[in-house]
C-alpha cells in the first residue's frame, strides 16, 4: 500500500553509493541522482542543492521530478514506466 509522499524519510536517514560515484537516497530515485563523490565530498553532496531541494519537496508534499516516473512506495501519482 502507498504511503504518502510527505511521509519518505529517505533523503534524511538513507544513502546509496554507486559504482561510478553517483549519490541517491534511494533505490527508486531517478538516474543522475543528488551527487556523485568522483566530483564533489560527501559532506558537500549530503548538504547541496539537490538534496535539499529533493527534501523541501518531500516536505511540502509536492512530488519531485526525480522521484516522478519510480514505483516507491511514497509516490501515489500514476507511474508512467509500469
Ligand atoms: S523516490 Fe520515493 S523513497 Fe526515494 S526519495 Fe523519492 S519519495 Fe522517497
Not at 549519490?23 to 551527487?35: E, R, Y
Not at 542543492?49 to 509536492?62: A, F, W
Request: proline share 7%; with cysteine; aromatic share 10%.
Amino acid at each position: 500500500m502507498k504511503k504518502p509522499y510527505s511521509e519518505c524519510r529517505f533523503p534524511w536517514e538513507n544513502v546509496q553509493i554507486m559504482a561510478d560515484g553517483v549519490v541517491k537516497p534511494c533505490c527508486w530515485i531517478d538516474g543522475a541522482g543528488v551527487g556523485n563523490l568522483n566530483l564533489n565530498s560527501f559532506e558537500e553532496v549530503w548538504n547541496g542543492g539537490k538534496m535539499q531541494v529533493l527534501r523541501e519537496y518531500i516536505e511540502r508534499g509536492e512530488v519531485h521530478q526525480m522521484c516522478k516516473r519510480r514505483p516507491c512506495p511514497y509516490n501515489t501519482e500514476p507511474h508512467f514506466d509500469l
